[in-house]
Nanobody
């Protein structure tokens, strides 16, 4: 079992920055992937970024590459999503999730554990 709790969402002006946190607890392994996904109203859940718990390998979606960065602090059991140069289209409910296979980290269906989500709203 893995438990996840997101925080850090809120209102941010376009072009600004926001940092999301995902507190991770329970059984994790070096191969565990912690991913960030987002879902906007009326749209499907989409992959944002993922990081391998041991080793730190990362993956980022094309839509956020160069603007968002995923990182982890194993001592604090926390994964972060640094969001810079945010755009209106980044508005969504952001979830973190855990999968025991980093090789398929971009696929939401391969994640077993999910947090409750944190809302990010970008305004102009």
């Amino acid at each position: 079992q893995v438990q996840l709790a997101e925080s850090g969402g809120g209102l941010v002006q376009a072009g600004g920055s926001l940092k999301l946190s995902c507190a991770v607890s329970g059984r994790t392994f070096s191969g565990t992937a912690i991913g960030w996904f987002r879902q906007a109203p009326g749209k499907e859940r989409e992959f944002v970024a993922a990081i391998r718990w041991g080793g730190g390998n990362t993956a980022h979606a094309d839509a956020v590459r160069g603007r968002f960065t995923i990182s982890r602090d194993n001592a604090k059991n926390t994964v972060y999503l640094n969001m810079n140069s945010v755009k209106l289209e980044d508005t969504a409910l952001y979830y973190c999730a855990a999968s025991h296979a980093f090789s398929t980290a971009t696929l939401a269906s391969h994640y077993t554990y999910w947090g409750q989500g944190t809302q990010v709203t970008v305004y102009s």
